[in-house]
Every structure is written in structure tokens, then in C-alpha cells.
């Protein structure tokens, strides 16, 4: 392992570095986290907030690399279909080790077309995804409404996705911090991070802004959309994360589940409609270059309840309970980053995974453990995710961004 020797305290009252001590709590860090400790490492998460506070509560839970699959990132959805064949087994292991029960919503999506247009972007879709190699059926309207009867009568057309799965994420947040706990780690809140300690070219800890220092074996950084602000790493650390806002609503039915039984997909534009097993809906989400901003406004709202309503007219029925704004972390090839930092030694970034957080995190523990040399057999597949591939000098590259 090349980073992560324990090191040893400078004084006699100050608490033992932990091997690893990362930094951010969303489902990227918590999945990194766990591996981590399950493998015997030492591990201390901090984060400004509580646990999956700040995006990974937003998410809708799609475990969706057909719906999410896009033909400009190929890399980035053989990625996907990888970590959704691990999520069966990834739930099953989270759930032994945090007595949280973890649900598969594993009915598929339908991919829905409203009117003409719709209809013809469905046909695209299908092109597309058959392409890959991703499997998706036509289905006549009446078909769909046999499967999701409260669909509107005026749909056009329908695709069934039959490999897709959906989760509620803030469970799998939950679970994570408890399995975490079990195995060893510490989580600690309320921690935010001023900046990366770094003597002679390793980091050796972070600086918190109440200006105490936590020193760790390695450091990993995991802030989601602010991975791309740098947590005062050297600049040519630095990875190219930018924050694309999602607006979204959970809506709950007084009448508890039922009204729609998977996950609805609109033919353009990736909205959504995805069905919690309580009777909550996640309508969702708008994708929005509006820097950090995560302010709900009036349109969103306007926007989603239309759209979803002339999908699913009884959505009109519903009850708002919550309306929510989100930053996806986006890269520019669309992968993750999860790996050594470029420049310095025991940093290692977990970041990146912009729609497809919740897909990856079966996948994004087990890439980062390998990465560090910790475990040795998290990956089956060969997908560049090593953050040094935005290392450049060409004028107009990351760095020059
Ligand atoms: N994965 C869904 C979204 O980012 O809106």
C-alpha cells in the first residue's frame, strides 16, 4: 500500500492519526469509507454537514446505466452497467453489516413519449441504446398502461427498460455510516475542512476552519460538486469538477404506494418520476449550469409538476413534501475520479460522479480501496478512472478551464 502507514502522534494527549481520514460524507466518500474500514484501515470521515446532507440526499436513487447511458460516454456507461450488476450484491452486503434493509426497486423503468416529438426522441433512444448493446423493448401505449395505469390515455409511445434498478438513497446513506461505524471508522460532523496539510510534497492531514488539525496516513477527498474547488490543494493537484444543479420535488401520496409501480422516464430532457416504497415520489430534475446556486425556484416547480402531471395526471393529487435543489459534480469526460491525486502523495480524490452517484457506489468504495493498494479485487472491468488523466498543459485543457 503506498500511502497509508500509520503515523505517529506528535504528543502524548493528541488522539492516534487514523490511516485515512476523508473528507466529505456524501455516498462517495461513505462507500470509499466503508471499503476502506472493512479492509482493516483506520478511518475518520469528516464533513461540514450531516451525512449525504448536501447532495446525496437530493438524489432520486436511480440505479439507471440504460436510461442514464449516453452514446458520447461510452467508458462512463460500461462503468454503469458494471455497477449495476454489483448493486444486488452491494445492498445485500450493506444491509448485513448496518441492519438497515436496503430494497431494490427492480421492476425496470418505462421511457415515456407525451406527443410527436417525444415519440420521435424515444426512437433515438432505442437507436441508441440498442447500439450499445442495452437492452430496451417498444411497447404500444396500451401496453404501458396495462403495466402503469395511471399513465395519462394521451401518451405516445413507451420503451420498457428492464435492467434498471432504483434505491432510496438516504437509506443507503444510513446504512453506510452505521456499517461503517461496525466496522471501526469514526464520522464526525460539524468538521468542516479549511484546507490540505502538505510537507514535503505528502499529505500528512487536513486543517479544519477551527484552525485544529487532523493528521491522517492519507487524505481523500470526497466534497462532491466542490471536489473541483480544491479543499486548498495544490493548484496542480486540482481536478476539473463543476457544480449542474438539479431541482427536484418528493411528493407523497396519503394513500401510501401504488399509484405508480417503477421508475417513468421522459423521452427528452432525462426527467423523471421514481416511485418510493412509502408512497413518496422523487419528481425530478432540472439540469442547470447556475454555479453553486441552490436556490428552488417558482419555474422548476412550474416545470416539473407540468410535465409530471401531463405523464401522470393524478400526481395533481399528491402532496408537496419537499422541494429541493441539488449540484451534480460533473466531469468533462463524464467518469469519475477516484484515484491518486496528481501531484501529491497521499491524496487521493473520490469525486466526479455526477447523475450517477448512487449507480456507482457500489462500485466507487471498492476502486478507490484498490487504488490505494489497500484491496486488491474490486474491479472487474477496465475503465480509466484515474484522476492524473486531466493532467495536461495543452492550452484550453482542464487546467486551463
Ligand atoms: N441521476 C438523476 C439526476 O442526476 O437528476
Known sequence: MRTCETTVPNAITAPPAPDVVVVGAGLAGLSAAWSLARAGASVLVLDRDAPGAATSRVAAGMIAPVTEAE?????????????????????????????????LLDAGSLAIARDRDEAEALDRFRAVRERMGLRVERLLPSAARRLEPALAPTLRGA???????????????????????????????????????????????????????????????ATGPWAGEGVGVPDADRIPVRPVKGQLLVLRDPDGPGLVTRVLRFALGGGYLVPRPD?????????????????????AVHDLLRDGAELVPGLLELRIEESIAGLRPATPDGLPAIGASPETDGLWWCAGHYRNGVLWASVTGGLLADAMGVTTDAAPFAVDVDPRRFVTTTPGGPRDR
Open 159 to 221: 420503451l420498457a427498460v428492464p435492467d434498471d434498478l432504483a434505491v432510496d438513497p438516504r437509506r443507503v446513506v444510513v446504512a453506510l455510516v452505521r456499517a461503517i461505524t461496525a466496522a471501526g471508522g469514526e464520522l464526525r460532523d460539524g468538521a468542516a475542512v479549511r484546507d490540505v496539510v502538505v510537507a514535503d510534497g505528502r499529505a500528512t492531514g487536513v486543517r479544519l476552519e477551527d484552525g485544529s488539525t487532523v493528521r491522517a496516513g492519507a487524505v481523500v477527498i
Open 279 to 299: 408512497g413518496r415520489y422523487v419528481l425530478g430534475g432540472t439540469v442547470e449550469e447556475q454555479g453553486f446556486d441552490r436556490s428552488v425556484t417558482a419555474l
Open 71 to 103: 452514446p458520447d460516454h461510452p467508458r462512463a456507461s460500461a462503468l454503469g452497467v458494471a455497477a449495476r450488476d454489483a448493486w444486488p450484491g452491494f445492498a445485500a452486503g450493506l444491509a448485513a453489516a448496518s441492519g438497515v434493509e436496503l430494497p
